[in-house]
């Protein structure tokens, strides 16, 4: 079965400063996709930014890349310029290429520091 | 904006008692899903739907949750009887198919006492 671990429960930042957002999974399959999902306070989560794993360029969306490192099993996410909107619990997701759902990491809860 | 509806927004009951929940994925999404979230924790999948047939459920606990999706639009998910471990969100999303964005609703939050 596939794993998602998030090593780190809680993150803080400076506004403007970047952060970066750990992530590493285990899986056996070689065609899959990676998302990094955000859940603000009781509002729904939203997607940020995926990775489809036979692609060897990191995604990038705005101010969010990510670090997809296939032979390491890690996919980390890094946020620049960070704003007080980025505040939200961020969820590290991993779906295989065939029809099943997402496997959830346990969440980093992202602190922004005025 | 398109957007996968859930209602009810909370919910508290009973121990023992049924409950269910709604959910209506976003137009031409295929593929839907139920998943439970801990206070906590990340999303656990529940139930995954293709249309209307249901193509993994192995997380499902079948004695007492049921999910039925019939005519391959709107989902719903039924618990009988409550249990005060099931207090938890429950999300459904929505994707056009696997691999894709999929897109959560807002979820239910249940509270069993």
């Known amino acids: 079965a596939q794993t998602v671990t998030q090593s780190q429960p809680e993150m803080s930042v400076q506004e403007a400063e970047t952060v970066t957002l750990s992530c590493t999974y285990d899986t056996s399959e070689s065609d899959y996709y990676l998302f990094w999902y955000k859940q603000p306070p009781s509002r729904q989560m939203i997607l940020v930014i995926r990775?489809?794993?036979?692609?060897?360029q990191n995604a990038t969306e705005n101010r969010f890349s990510v670090n997809f490192q296939k032979a390491a099993k890690s996919f980390s996410l890094k946020i620049s310029d960070s704003q007080l909107g980025d505040a939200a619990m961020y969820f590290c997701?991993?779906?295989?290429?065939?029809?099943?759902?997402?496997?959830f990491g346990k969440g980093t809860h992202l602190i922004i520091q005025p | 904006e398109a957007e996968v509806a859930q209602s009810p927004r909370y919910k508290i009951t009973e121990k023992s008692q049924a409950v269910a929940f709604w959910c209506d994925p976003i137009s031409g999404h295929a593929t839907l899903y139920w998943y439970r979230q801990i206070l906590g924790q990340g999303p656990e999948l529940l139930v995954q739907f293709q249309d209307e047939s249901v193509v993994d459920d192995s997380q499902l606990p079948k004695d007492r949750f049921s999910a039925e999706r019939l005519k391959g639009v709107d989902s719903t998910l039924k618990i009988q009887p409550a249990e005060l471990g099931d207090s938890a969100m429950y999300l459904c999303a929505s994707s056009r198919h696997s691999g894709a964005e999929a897109f959560f609703g807002q979820g239910t939050r249940l509270t069993v006492v």
């Open positions: 990775q489809e794993a036979y692609k060897q």
């Open positions: 997701a991993y779906g295989p290429g065939g029809a099943d759902g997402l496997t």
